[in-house]
């Protein structure tokens, strides 16, 4: 199939065009890349020296250090029941010995 003339004299300015249209879609795409890559680069950066408030830390640390001292409570609660419990087995066992009495006839 063989091109004529005048075909082609139309032909050449619509190739122009769709390589024009190409080349700014590609260069858009490429623009929107790197738009894209530097606020993603930016938003990193800001993470990264940014500061968070010192209420946060500090929260941290008193809840760090309630349950610290609610786990010390706790464990002295638990040592004075064992104590409270081994004191009133030891009294019963008092009551019990001298509770008995051995008679002789």
């Known amino acids: 199939m063989s091109i004529k003339p005048v ?4 032909m050449i300015p619509r190739t122009m065009e769709v390589s024009k249209s190409n080349s700014d879609e590609t260069q858009k795409n490429y623009t929107m890349q790197q738009q894209q890559a530097a606020s993603t680069k930016n938003n990193a950066d800001n ?3 940014q500061v968070y408030s010192q ?14 001292k609610e786990s010390s409570d706790k464990d002295q609660k638990k040592k004075e029941k064992e104590k409270d419990e081994s004191s009133d087995s030891k009294a019963q066992r008092k009551r019990m010995q001298t ?7």
């Open 7 to 10: 075909d082609f004299q139309v």
């Open 99 to 105: 509770s008995t009495i051995d008679i002789k006839v």
């Open 47 to 49: 993470t990264l020296r």
């Open 55 to 68: 209420k946060r830390a500090q929260d941290a640390r008193i809840n760090q250090r309630q349950k610290d």
